[in-house]
T-cell receptor
Framework: GDSVTQMEGPVTLSEEAFLTINCTYT??????LFWYVQYPGEGLQLLLK?????DKGSNKGFEATYRKETTSFHLEKGSVQVSDSAVYFC?????????????FGKGTKLSVKP | NAGVTQTPKFRILKIGQSMTLQCTQD?????MYWYRQDPGMGLKLIYY???????DKGEVPNGYNVSRSTTEDFPLRLELAAPSQTSVYFC????????????FGPGTRLTVL
């Protein structure tokens, strides 16, 4: 079945460092891809999404490009801040079934030190 | 605008006990979802609802029941709690199905001993 694989965490960076969180997927069709973020003590929030190959999602300085040839959707940010400390989840929308189903990776915890 | 609220935040149950996890949204969303997140794992869909009176199973429904009598509320019932149900439970809602952004509650951490 469809699945999402994220890089293992935790990831610890200094403020203003470059961030990459790797995400790869397997899917039988053409899924939509998402990054969700969970700040401490809060629920998940949609960070960005891409619905077709070569689309780039972006929000709050984060970017991810839907790469069909490498089945990847890596999250990047050029200069992280302490406030970016959170758990990041990659997810795909499986269009199988009557309503579709979000399939999540395990999450990657990011800690940014001042 | 409170968004999606969940109660309780934490709960410890003994094996065989029952409980209901409450979920309420004030965004008038038709779609609502229940997920569980086991340690070190991604979220898995338990049940979902596309509107009042309509519910359907997700990937891991065994041991749970749901109801949807109003647009706002989507309670999750655990009957005969088992240690395997120790997890963090998230409720979510969306306006027009999973293709659109899902809004999540803060979660309920449940431990079954």
């Amino acid at each position: 079945g469809d699945s999402v694989t994220q890089m293992e965490g935790p990831v610890t960076l200094s403020e203003e460092a470059f961030l990459t969180i790797n995400c790869t997927y397997t899917a039988t069709g053409y899924p939509s891809l998402f990054w969700y973020v969970q700040y401490p003590g809060e629920g998940l929030q949609l960070l960005l999404k891409a619905t077709k190959a070569d689309d780039k999602g972006s929000n709050k300085g984060f970017e991810a490009t839907y790469r069909k040839e490498t089945t990847s959707f890596h999250l990047e940010k050029g200069s992280v801040q302490v406030s970016d400390s959170a758990v990041y989840f990659c997810a795909l929308l499986d269009y199988g079934g009557s309503q579709g189903n979000l399939i999540f990776g395990k999450g990657t915890k990011l800690s940014v030190k001042p | 605008n409170a968004g999606v609220t969940q109660t309780p935040k934490f709960r410890i149950l003994k094996i065989g006990q029952s409980m209901t996890l409450q979920c309420t949204q004030d965004m008038n969303h038709n779609y609502m979802y229940w997920y569980r997140q086991d340690p070190g794992m991604g979220l898995k869909l338990i049940y979902y609802s596309v509107g009042a009176g309509i519910t359907d199973k997700g990937e891991v429904p065994n041991g749970y029941n749901v109801s949807r009598s109003t647009t706002e509320d989507f309670p999750l019932r655990l009957e005969l709690a088992a240690p395997s149900q120790t997890s963090v439970y998230f409720c979510a809602s969306s306006s027009d199905g999973p293709y659109n952004e899902q809004f999540f509650g803060p979660g309920t951490r449940l431990t079954v001993l």
